[in-house]
């Protein structure tokens, strides 16, 4: 039969889903989960506020769940994530630093969570979301104290902690050649120069239907060209709620070409859905009344999105 990570795996790629904690009890989603994706993301239990709720206090019950999950079906696991503006406890994020104080806080961090599961991952998204739309640096405690070099000492901490795992820099709306893309286009291109080991660029591609740009695949060349990998990483395509069948009509065409502009590009590596049934799916409540943003129906039914993934498949 096939399987959306066999068809992958012909093009030299994987297929993965993201999946958090309050879904495995699930018994559709936990006999499912295995069969189409070969990489799981922990949806949210790696997250800081999570792993470190307290200074130097850390916590791992939840993302042991999920490794073990993803073990159990010979998934691997992306981390995801480890310095972000968001899900940040407020010890960090309202905290008083000085830059060596605030140094030494993300470099524990990253030291204390990557030796946890060292040898384990194969992906970790290092930093994450740190641009503005317009390109401009996000005003997050990290950049307000360290300007931008926040994201070097991330990369080098990390590297020295796991040589064995690729490093990410992961953000959305960043899908198309646009002002945000570009910021992080140079950014990149920067750092590689000054040596900071970035392997990899995440494109979360949380879009809408009728809006996958028609420069995606361009976008990822000009990354590829920069010598870094390139993954779509946590992708969903909303529409309002309910949607029509003209709607879901749409997406397939949109899964369809997002996955191309992936295949297309031979340092592409993969992609990731953010969770892959309507069931279980973050957008609902994050933007109301949108949603039926994921290849499986609420009740695990193919939809038109999955033909369209299999075609570019
Ligand atoms: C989302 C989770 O899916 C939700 O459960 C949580 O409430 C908020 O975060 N970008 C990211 C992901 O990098 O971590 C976010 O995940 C979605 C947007």
């Given amino acids: 039969q096939q399987t959306l990570q066999g068809l992958a795996a012909a093009k030299g790629k994987y297929f993965g889903t993201s999946v958090d904690n309050s879904e ?3 018994p559709k989603l936990a006999a499912l989960a ?3 994706f070969n ?62 104080t605030l140094t030494a806080v993300i470099e524990n961090h990253i030291d204390k969570v990557m030796t946890k599961y060292k040898g384990q991952l194969f992906h970790w998204d290092v930093v994450n979301e740190i641009f503005n739309e317009d390109g401009t640096w996000r ?59 970035i392997d990899g660029v995440g494109f979360q591609s949380h879009m809408i239907v009728g809006q996958v740009p028609s420069d995606f695949q361009a976008n990822f060349e000009r990354f590829a060209a920069l010598g870094v990998e390139v993954a779509i990483t946590e992708l969903d395509i909303r529409t309002t709620t309910p949607a029509s069948s003209a709607a879901l009509t749409q997406q397939q065409t949109d899964y369809k070409n997002a996955v191309l502009a992936c295949v297309n590009v031979p340092k592409c590596v993969g992609v990731t859905v953010w969770g892959f049934t309507d069931k279980h799916s973050w957008i609902p409540s994050t933007f109301p009344g949108e949603g039926a943003a994921l290849p499986y129906s609420d009740c695990y039914k193919p939809k038109p999105a999955y033909n369209g993934i299999l075609s570019a498949l």
Avoid at 46 to 59: A, G, I, L, R
Avoid at 61 to 82: E, I, W
Avoid at 153 to 178: E, G, M, Q, W
């Fill in 139 to 197: 005003p997050s405690v990290f950049y307000k104290t360290l300007g931008e070099d926040f994201v070097a000492i991330a990369f080098r901490k990390a590297r020295a902690v796991d040589p064995s795992v690729k490093l990410y820099i992961n953000d959305y709306n960043t899908d198309a050649i646009n002002s945000k893309s570009t910021a992080l286009y140079n950014l990149v291109k920067k750092l590689l120069a000054a040596g900071v080991p």
């Fill in 24 to 26: 495995i009890s699930d």
């Fill in 34 to 36: 295995g069969v189409d």
């Fill in 39 to 100: 990489v799981l993301t922990p949806g949210n239990p790696m997250k800081w506020e999570v792993t470190e709720p307290t200074q130097n206090s850390f916590t791992y019950t939840l993302a042991d769940q999920l490794v073990s999950f993803a073990t159990t079906r010979n998934m691997k696991v992306r981390g995801h994530t480890l310095v972000w503006h968001s899900q940040l406890p407020k010890w960090v994020s309202e905290g008083t630093w000085t830059r060596d």
